[in-house]
């Protein structure tokens, strides 16, 4: 069953509901009220004949029988009966005496002195008279036309105006619930038309207000991250295979030139040197891109526990520059930290220091005195790191791609690298619920600012 449908139909159910326990009051109220009214009058009735004939004693029965069948008019086959204590019927307004009723009846409204009930379809009344030392039973009975008939008249009319209260809450709930899943239909057609060759489609935001227009616009920011995400594959893809096809070119000519002419020793050796440098060229650009590969894919799986900076930073400083002795890293700390807790992180030693050793191995390698200042810096929140350097340093839109796969500034061709360690230190931040921002000047140096929220 369509959306459009369910809400019609939950729609027509409840107001059918409500309109059908309204419609039941309305006539069950009407027919007690009937009911009431009608007993009163009988009773009125029956007093009033029995008043007649037991205490004005300038009416007889015959007189009393005449009243009566001129003034019956109002009370359909109204009959009034008395008896006396030994239940002989003494007087009855009519002559076919035809009230239904049993002996038992008589000795009841003796019992309760007022009973209410019923003979065939006609109300019947049960009064105890007591003047004078006599008790006298009154039965009256007549049949309520007019009001039954009013009472029919209701039924039809609630049994149609529910009928047609009904048609016309279907037909709106359909029509309505049709205006306002409209939107949704044409999202469903825009949508069915997005594919991976035309990401930069966006759905129609309708006045940007209401849930719908809420999800069309999520829905193009969706669509917007992963255009980033197909570009940045693409651009990922032709870059990493120019980046393996120089290195490559490079050996095929090293290769070419060797075989061109018989070579004396000392070539031989000139040239495997060269294959030897590219070929480890070749393999510290394939370890990197493995590496990006590897973050990119699993590094939601790696588990977090608490790990204290500071001491990362130190073991960073010393594998660096064990690694490159020519290299120096000056740590810290910009204040001294309030609690334990505040160079406390919640995260992965080892990506840690992957994004940690990239920064100060950058800052070394891009200045020419070779030299970190690294500081710790706390505050209530979080630890910020600042690498800070007095190198080459980067250009405005150096600063801005820096951070994209391959990116290298044109400053910085000499210098060895492929140009992926800061996206990858970039993305491991964002995996920290971290950030990585640089502050930088062409020719003064550059400032790279790690900020980790802390435990
Ligand atoms: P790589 O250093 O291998 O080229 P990175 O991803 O680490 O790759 O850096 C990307 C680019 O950012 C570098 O090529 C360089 O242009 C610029 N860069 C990074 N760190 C510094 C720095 N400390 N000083 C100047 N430029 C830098």
Not at 323 to 335: I, L, M, S, W
Not at 435 to 454: I, K, N
């Amino acid at each position: 069953m369509t959306i459009r449908n369910r809400i019609a139909l939950q729609f027509s159910l409840i107001v059918a509901s409500i309109l059908i326990v309204f419609s039941i009051l309305i006539y069950f109220v009407s027919a007690t009220y009937r009911r009431e009214e009608f007993y009163d009058r009988l009773k009125n009735k029956a007093r009033t004949t029995v008043r007649f004939l037991i205490e004005v004693k300038e009416v007889d029965r015959e007189l009393l029988k005449i009243i009566d069948r001129n003034t019956l008019t109002a009370l359909i086959d109204e009959k009034v009966l008395i008896f006396d204590a030994k239940n002989r019927l003494i007087y009855a307004s009519v002559d076919d005496q035809v009230i239904h009723y049993q002996t038992a009846l008589l000795d009841e409204v003796r019992q309760l002195k007022d009973v209410e009930t019923f003979s065939g379809s006609n109300e019947l009344i049960g009064l105890l008279y007591q003047q004078n030392g006599q008790d006298l039973v009154v039965l009256a009975s007549a049949h309520d036309t007019f009001g039954k008939s009013k009472l029919d008249n209701l039924r039809l009319t609630l049994g149609w105006g529910l009928l047609a209260g009904l048609s016309i809450t279907i037909g709106l709930g359909i029509f309505f619930a049709g205006q306002s899943l409209r939107p949704i239909s044409q999202i469903n057609q825009q949508v069915s038309t997005i594919t991976a060759r035309n990401l930069q489609q966006r759905l129609d935001e309708g006045n940007r207000q209401d849930e719908i227009a809420r999800l069309a616009i999520n829905f193009n920011n969706v669509l917007q991250r992963l255009q980033q995400a197909f570009d940045q594959q693409r651009s990922f893809v032709s870059h990493a295979s120019h980046e393996l096809r120089t290195p490559l070119a490079a050996l095929k000519s090293e290769i070419q030139l060797g075989l061109r002419r018989p070579l004396t020793i000392q070539e031989h050796e000139e040239i495997l040197k060269n294959l030897m440098s590219d070929t480890d060229r070749l393999i510290n650009l394939t370890n990197s891109l493995l590496f990006l590969a590897r973050t990119m894919e699993s590094s939601n799986q790696v588990p977090f526990q608490p790990v204290r900076i500071d001491d990362i930073i130190f073991e960073v400083k010393d594998e660096l520059i064990d690694a490159k002795p020519g290299y120096r890293v000056e740590v810290d700390f910009e204040n001294i930290p309030e609690t334990e807790t505040e160079t406390l992180v919640e995260g992965s030693e080892s990506l840690l220091k992957q994004v940690l050793l990239n920064l100060f191995d950058n800052a070394c390698k891009y200045s020419s005195d070779h030299t970190a200042l690294v500081r710790i810096g706390t505050n209530a929140h979080s630890c910020q790191i600042t690498i800070q350097d007095r190198g080459i340093g980067m250009s405005e839109i150096d600063r801005q791609h820096i951070f994209e796969p391959f990116y290298r500034a044109q400053n910085a061709l000499g210098y060895e690298g492929f140009g992926i360690g800061l996206s990858i230190s970039a993305k491991l931040m964002e995996l920290h619920r971290g950030t990585l921002t640089v502050d930088s000047r062409v020719g003064e140096g550059s400032t790279f600012t790690v900020s980790l929220p802390h435990v």
